[in-house]
């Protein structure tokens, strides 16, 4: 059994970089704001960096439109956002000049953080921020983003930017306490204070915790953020931030809401391989034999010639791909190519001294490098 008190306090001791994410519901006015810039600034002055990912752009929107309900059409939800989104960052910026340091702001697409350029660029513009005494202010880009732009909610904008950063811990402060257990009839019962691992029964148990009339997301969006953080080796805390002094009880490692721990927190994922696991776009696929892919799962293998059967998509040389293990359709690995898929057909089951004769040029042994690949 997982003592809280001591998970927690475990888990802060080494804290000095916090992703913060608050929903729409808790950024009703100027005040609540206010008391929110003021915990953050008290978290500042530990010597802790704090990243900060605002929902509550459409909100504000709709307020200012008079709209009691969010509007179904795209266009009008985008249009809302625009306007609400100058009034969020006028009210941040004026709440942080009070304690003499400023508010930035990024507007964010999922391309700009699967594409590994743009995903450098966003990196080194908030480590930059970070290094002025900047509060960096994020929220995805609802005027420009359509669905295949979209991460879909705030919570799993907040994780991705806590596993880029190589954030010590990524808070969603909500509108309930934590993940809450269920009750044989249905019913919510009591708050789940530590969770070492997402499972199926914590995945049935979940419930939507915002108003759709004002918002996305709920509880399920919330266990898939604690399941990307958990995969690189970070920890999550979901907690209610109607408590006024939320993160200040956060800090002081109380046994409130709910924290998701990865089960290897030693064993943290290097960079390239978190952008891999959960930014990357595969263009295709390599399916492999089972021995090939026990290599891989047991071994930390690379993987080679020998074991690829066949290939599916078009990519190139450089492209990401899921690797897939043939006899049961499941993937297991992504990784870079170092072959086109042309390539990897005319050299699957074959020896890797034979690849260059093969192909008729100098190629790697590897159709995958382990250094460039990463378990799913």
């Known amino acids: 059994m997982i003592d809280p008190v001591q998970a927690r306090k475990q888990l802060l001791k080494s804290c000095r970089r916090v992703v913060l994410k608050v929903g729409t519901r808790l950024l009703a006015d100027q005040t609540a704001i206010a008391r929110l810039v003021a915990q953050i600034h008290t978290l500042r002055e530990s010597g802790r960096q704090v990243i900060l990912v605002s929902s509550g752009a459409v909100g504000m929107g709709m307020r200012a439109a008079g709209l009691t309900r969010r509007p179904r059409h795209l266009s009008e939800v985008q249009a809302l956002a625009a306007m609400g989104q100058a009034t969020l960052m006028a009210m941040y910026e004026a709440e942080c000049r009070k304690y003499?340091?400023?508010?930035?702001?990024?507007?964010?697409?999922?391309?700009?953080?699967?594409?590994?350029?743009?995903?450098?660029?966003v990196a080194n513009c908030i480590e930059a921020l970070l290094s002025h005494g900047v509060l960096p202010?994020?929220?995805?880009?609802?005027?420009?983003?359509?669905?295949?732009?979209?991460?879909?909610?705030?919570?799993?904008?907040?994780?991705?930017?806590?596993?880029?950063?190589?954030?010590?811990l990524t808070i969603i402060l909500t509108t309930v306490d934590g993940l809450l257990d269920r009750n044989p009839d249905g019913s919510l019962g009591e708050r789940i204070s530590v969770v070492n691992g997402v499972t199926y029964e914590?995945?049935?148990?979940?419930?939507?915790?915002?108003?759709?009339?004002?918002?996305?997301?709920?509880?399920?969006?919330?266990?898939?953020?604690?399941?990307?953080?958990?995969?690189?080796?970070?920890?999550?805390?979901?907690?209610?931030?109607?408590?006024?002094?939320?993160?200040?009880?956060?800090?002081?490692?109380?046994?409130?809401?709910?924290?998701?721990?990865?089960?290897?927190?030693?064993?943290?994922?290097?960079?390239?391989?978190?952008?891999?696991?959960?930014?990357?776009?595969?263009?295709?696929?390599?399916?492999?034999?089972?021995?090939?892919?026990?290599?891989?799962?047991?071994?930390?293998?690379?993987?080679?010639?020998?074991?690829?059967?066949?290939?599916?998509?078009?990519?190139?040389?450089?492209?990401?791909?899921?690797?897939?293990?043939?006899?049961t359709g499941d993937v297991i690995a992504k990784g870079i190519t170092n072959f086109?898929?042309?390539?990897?057909?005319?050299?699957?089951?074959?020896?890797?001294?034979?690849?260059?004769?093969?192909?008729?040029?100098d190629a790697e042994d590897e159709v995958v490098h382990r250094n460039n690949l990463v378990l799913i």
């Open 137 to 168: 202010v994020i929220n995805e880009n609802d005027p420009v983003s359509v669905s295949e732009l979209k991460f879909g909610d705030n919570d799993t904008l907040a994780a991705f930017l806590g596993s880029m950063i190589r954030a010590d």
């Open 202 to 327: 914590l995945r049935a148990i979940a419930a939507g915790t915002d108003d759709a009339a004002f918002s996305i997301g709920g509880m399920s969006s919330k266990l898939r953020a604690a399941e990307l953080l958990n995969s690189a080796g970070e920890a999550l805390w979901v907690a209610s931030g109607e408590d006024a002094d939320i993160i200040a009880r956060i800090f002081a490692a109380e046994d409130v809401g709910t924290i998701f721990l990865p089960k290897d927190a030693k064993h943290k994922m290097g960079s390239r391989k978190r952008w891999l696991a959960s930014f990357s776009r595969p263009a295709g696929a390599i399916s492999i034999d089972d021995g090939a892919a026990n290599a891989l799962l047991g071994r930390g293998s690379s993987l080679l010639p020998s074991g690829v059967v066949c290939v599916a998509g078009s990519f190139r040389r450089g492209d990401v791909v899921r690797i897939v293990r043939a006899s």
């Open 340 to 361: 086109s898929s042309d390539e990897a057909e005319m050299i699957a089951r074959h020896r890797s001294g034979d690849v260059s004769s093969i192909l008729g040029c």
């Open 100 to 121: 003499g340091f400023r508010a930035a702001q990024l507007l964010l697409t999922a391309d700009d953080l699967r594409a590994r350029e743009r995903h450098l660029n």
